[in-house]
């Protein structure tokens, strides 16, 4: 099949995964979207929204839709790195034997992330980055497709433990969900407390994800929107030259050279969902916020001013 035909296939496939998700999810629209940019495009994502807004019911429709195999993985305080990997035991016939943990599956749902501390948060690191992980010395292998969705908690700060800024950036996207409109919540509450269960179809085999995934890397981007993803990064950068005034005055630190490789990768997954053979400079300023929301950190004035990171970021376009 050419690429041409692979992309359509991929648009006619998008839509029928929106619509079989949007059985269960009402609403939240551009959060299912940028899960799905993050999925296509090979990335995980982190989700941060107060309870009850369907966080762990999105993912787990989202992982029924694709036909992966899901895991959930709450953090606690007393989880241990073991919880997560897996660990040695000795058997029957006296050798040691390992006992895979919740990581090994296709998607995992790291609920809660910031409430266990850096050394089991950083368990994730390895299997996030390198999709392998190393017990008791051994190298093992995650199957692919491999995808981390992590959520937070963004108004408790009693017993959290904020993440690190390296995991942070190794997450594609930050994704806030916001409060359902009123019929939205209508809709919500009309759905959820009946007896009517929708069921949600699997569309996808684990290898289509995997090939589609290969025709987003494939898919060609001109220099100028290279550039201009590259120059938008540079401009979040305190020091730089072409940092905006907004940056200057607000940023502490910007984004580093993954997030520039994530705006293209994301710009030519949202170009072939919307049937473009090639993203340009929309592409790229439509997955931008989600992008460098987590990899800009704010100063005390900014707070002390209540200027947003949204504010700062639409200042670069």
């Known amino acids: 099949m050419s690429d041409v035909a692979a992309i359509n296939q991929l648009v006619k496939k998008y839509n029928s995964l929106r619509q079989e998700v949007a059985k269960v999810i009402i609403g939240q629209d551009d959060v299912v979207n940028q899960i799905l940019i993050s999925v296509f495009s090979g990335g995980h994502a982190l989700l941060v929204g107060v309870p009850g807004l369907a966080k762990t019911l999105m993912v787990n429709t989202i992982s029924k839709a694709l036909g992966l195999d899901f895991k959930r993985i709450q953090f606690t305080p007393d989880l241990m790195p073991s919880d997560i990997l897996g660990s040695e035991i000795l058997d029957e016939t006296r050798n040691f034997k390992f006992i895979k943990g919740p990581i090994f599956s296709n998607i995992i749902l ?5 409430r266990t501390p850096p050394k089991t ?3 994730l690191l390895e299997a996030m980055q390198e999709r392998s992980v190393t017990v008791a010395g051994n190298h093992y292998k995650l199957d692919l497709p491999y995808f981390v969705l992590a959520t937070q908690n963004p108004i408790e700060q009693e017993g959290t433990y904020p993440l690190p800024e390296a995991q942070l950036d190794r997450f594609m996207f930050s994704i ?11 809709d919500v509450v009309k759905a959820t407390t009946s007896n009517n269960k929708p069921t949600v179809n699997a569309l996808f085999t684990a290898q ?3 090939d589609f995934q290969e025709l987003i890397r494939r898919i060609p981007v001109a220099d100028n929107v290279i550039e201009y993803a590259v120059r938008m990064v540079g401009k979040t950068r305190p020091l730089s030259t072409e940092a905006s005034e907004l940056v200057k005055q607000y940023i502490d630190w910007g984004a580093g050279p993954r997030a520039s490789q994530n705006l293209i990768l994301a710009a030519k997954t ?4 919307n049937g473009k053979f090639s993203p340009d400079i929309e592409n790229v300023q439509a997955v931008a916020t989600g992008i460098l929301r987590h990899r800009m ?3 005390y004035k900014a707070e002390a001013e209540g200027v947003t990171i949204e504010k700062i970021i639409e200042s670069l376009y």
């Open 121 to 123: 948060q950083a368990a």
């Open 270 to 273: 949202h170009a072939a969902i």
């Open 110 to 114: 790291a609920d809660e992330i910031n």
């Open 208 to 210: 289509e994800i995997i």
């Open 176 to 186: 806030n969900l916001e409060y359902p409109t009123f019929q939205e919540e209508v």
């Open 297 to 299: 950190i704010k100063n």
